[in-house]
T-cell receptor, first 115, second 109 residues
Framework: GAVVSQHPSRVICKSGTSVKIECRSL??????MFWYRQFPKQSLMLMAT?????????EQGVEKDKFLINHASLTLSTLTVTSAHPEDSSFYIC???????????FGPGTRLTVT | DAKTTQPTSMDCAEGRAANLPCNHS???????VYWYRQIHSQGPQYIIH???NNETNEMASLIITEDRKSSTLILPHATLRDTAVYYC??????????FGQGTRLTINP
């Protein structure tokens, strides 16, 4: 199947700083990517839909000014957690939709720890 | 998207078939049934999907009832590496996936 990568796999940052997470589709072009967040022992929660060349669509309750999404190319979407706080510590996962099959392929996730 | 109901957890012996049920009684005619699984601390992995016919691939089989109100994912010969949380999702395809709580499947030696 198609491959989606994320970078970094783990990051620790101090409270108040910003962190950028990259999501890349390695062998296909993705006009749409999705960002999820997962807290321990919970399911994945969709945060936003990232569309290439246009603004992201955020789910209800997700602050768009705190979680900045940029989808500048057909193979790269970035999520920036601005002014991170300890409660933002979570597992962040992206997915990319293959236009050929409409299946979604998930990245391996990024574990963010805010101290 | 239609809501799905899955058992919270299941156990299965290694080498046996694992049968994971999913209820989706409010599914509409153009909605597919998707199955994904998530092994601990990894991203979800696509397993299989179907509309109304039974489907089989190298990972699993998907049996959908004639009324489409429920389905069963079958892992024919479960191994320890199949221990994961399995998510049944109903979706029109090419749309965002909304994850429920899933079934935590434990394969026992």
């Amino acid at each position: 199947g198609a491959v989606v990568s994320q970078h970094p796999s783990r990051v620790i940052c101090k409270s108040g700083t910003s962190v950028k997470i990259e999501c890349r589709s390695l062998d296909f072009q993705a006009t749409t990517m999705f960002w999820y967040r997962q807290f321990p022992k919970q399911s994945l929660m969709l945060m936003a839909t990232s569309n290439e060349g246009s603004k992201a669509t955020y789910e209800q309750g997700v602050e768009k000014d705190k979680f900045l999404i940029n989808h500048a190319s057909l193979t790269l979407s970035t999520l920036t957690v601005t002014s991170a706080h300890p409660e933002d510590s979570s597992f962040y996962i992206c997915s990319a939709r293959s236009p050929a099959s409409a299946e979604q392929y998930f990245g391996p996730g990024t574990r963010l720890t805010v101290t | 998207d239609a809501k799905t109901t899955q058992p919270t957890s299941m156990d299965c012996a290694e080498g046996r078939a694992a049968n994971l049920p999913c209820n989706h009684s409010t599914i509409s005619g153009n909605e597919y049934v998707y199955w994904y699984r998530q092994i601990h601390s990894q991203g979800p992995q696509y397993i299989i999907h179907g509309l109304k016919n039974n489907e089989t691939n190298e990972m699993a089989s998907l049996i959908i009832t004639e009324d489409r109100k429920s389905s069963t994912l079958i892992l024919p010969h479960a191994t320890l590496r199949d221990t994961a949380v399995y998510y049944c999702i109903v979706n029109k395809g090419a749309q965002k996936l909304v994850f429920g709580q899933g079934t935590r499947l434990t394969i026992n030696p």
